[in-house]
């Protein structure tokens, strides 16, 4: 059924209601304009359109009002956008595991219709994701990325972007992956050249730390971690930064790098940083958080992750 039938079916189901009123002390006197209709009396047509005039003037009003309320959806759509109540949230996993993105809408009242989801992957739509959670069984590094739904309605509507970042363990190391969008625009120095970029959400173990902390376990207790950019998939012309600090009020440095280290016997933009691990045991004490600068300059066309290699050592 057509958007302008439904206009007309509100607008004559309300005449019909109109009519079957019989009340004499509403709002807007329902019960004149219904008798302009021949309900009560005979009444001449004639004579009531020229002594009440605002009898049908107010049962239109009446009409239009409920055709409005009955089906604004499907006469203003940019009134009818759907209502997003949970909005999918951003995760750091391991290799290999699974992870769902989840979202909640509604459609906007007094709207009924169905709504309709298409998940994208860094703004591409992914094949066959088309319900309101996202599941990938087993996640890979290239996971990394934003994702995020349109919610079909009147007119469709984005969810917010949640992040993917995704790492590996090996023994006492691993690899992570982090999507550039994630990375928060800045205006400073790394170590101490100007960055444009960085992302901080790291936190790795110090020795004390209690065996079988989960996502980068410290475990054997290794003394140190040394963090760098030096991976293949980062492309060569990258200029990158990372710094180790406590995690404390003063976030005190353990270690930085943005001068363009040596990877792989070759000189490149890329950095490491070394840092002897604080030993104490409560959780401003044993825990150090890493952050990666990124120079966006000379970030590779169409690059959408960022990879770093950790490993605790002696």
């Not at 004149?32 to 309900?39: A, H, M, S, T, V």
């Not at 030096?230 to 492309?235: R, T, V």
């Amino acid at each position: 059924m057509g958007k302008v039938n439904v206009a007309y079916f509100s607008l004559y189901n309300a005449l019909r209601k109109c009519q079957a009123s019989r009340s004499t002390k509403t709002f807007w006197d329902l019960d004149k304009p219904c008798r302009f209709w021949g309900i009560h009396g005979q009444s001449n047509v004639r004579n009531l359109m020229k002594t009440k005039q605002r009898t049908l003037s107010s049962c239109l009003a009446v009409a239009v009002l409920a055709a409005l309320l009955a089906g604004c959806c499907a006469l203003f759509h940019s009134f009818c956008f759907p209502i997003i109540d949970q909005q999918p949230q951003s995760q750091t996993v391991q290799v290999g595991s699974s992870v769902t993105f989840t979202v909640g809408a509604h459609p906007r009242p007094p709207s009924t219709n169905a709504l309709s989801f298409q998940w994208q992957k860094n703004g591409v739509a992914i094949p066959g994701a088309t319900s309101s959670n996202y599941t990938i069984a087993s996640v890979a590094l290239t996971d990394a990325a934003e994702y995020k739904a349109i919610v079909s309605g009147s007119p469709d509507t984005p969810s917010a972007p949640a992040f993917l970042s995704v790492y590996t363990v090996t023994g006492n190391s691993g690899v992570l992956s982090t999507p550039v969008n994630v990375f928060k625009t800045y205006s400073g120095s790394g170590c101490p050249h100007l960055m444009d970029r960085y992302y901080t959400n790291y936190f790795f173990n110090g020795p004390n730390v209690p065996p079988g902390t989960p996502q980068y376990a410290n475990n054997p207790p290794m003394p140190k971690l040394l963090v760098n950019t030096c991976h293949p998939s980062n492309s060569p012309g990258n200029k990158t930064a990372v710094k180790i600090v406590q995690n404390n009020i003063q976030a005190t440095v353990l270690a930085c790098d943005d001068d363009g280290s040596v990877c792989d016997g070759a000189t490149s933009t890329h950095s490491s940083a070394d840092a002897t691990l604080p030993t104490g045991t409560g959780p401003n004490t044993n825990l150090v958080r890493v952050i990666i600068y990124v120079k966006a300059s000379t970030l590779a066309p169409g690059q959408t992750q960022v990879y770093c290699n950790w490993a605790y050592h002696d």
